[in-house]
């Protein structure tokens, strides 16, 4: 935090006091995952199954596609843990 006082002529002074804000954006996709070799575990009758694990990190590898269209879902605002004065330009 920082407080700030201003002089203009013929005003007031007044004060401000700057706080750290974090902003988190939580947005969503879907991708399509081809279901092949890859992906499945032969099981001992014979029938391959989807493995989770495998499912969740092919998911992943084709969300970090810039391909991938992503839209926002929610957003938090709350005090930065770390307070500290703003460098100059960031105000």
Do not use: C, F
């Not at 995952?33 to 032969?42: E, F, G, I, Q, S």
């Not at 099981?43 to 810039?66: H, T, W």
């Amino acid at each position: 935090m920082l407080l700030h006082t201003s002089e203009e002529p013929g005003k007031m002074q007044t004060y401000s006091i700057s706080i750290r804000l974090q902003r988190t954006t939580t947005e969503y996709a879907y991708v399509s995952v081809p279901v092949n070799d890859d992906l499945l575990v032969k099981q001992a009758d014979g029938i391959g199954r989807v493995d989770p694990a495998k499912l969740g990190e092919i998911s992943i590898a084709l969300g970090k596609s810039d391909e991938v269209r992503w839209h926002p879902e929610d957003q938090n605002i709350q005090m930065h843990p770390m307070q500290q004065a703003p460098e100059p330009g960031e105000r």
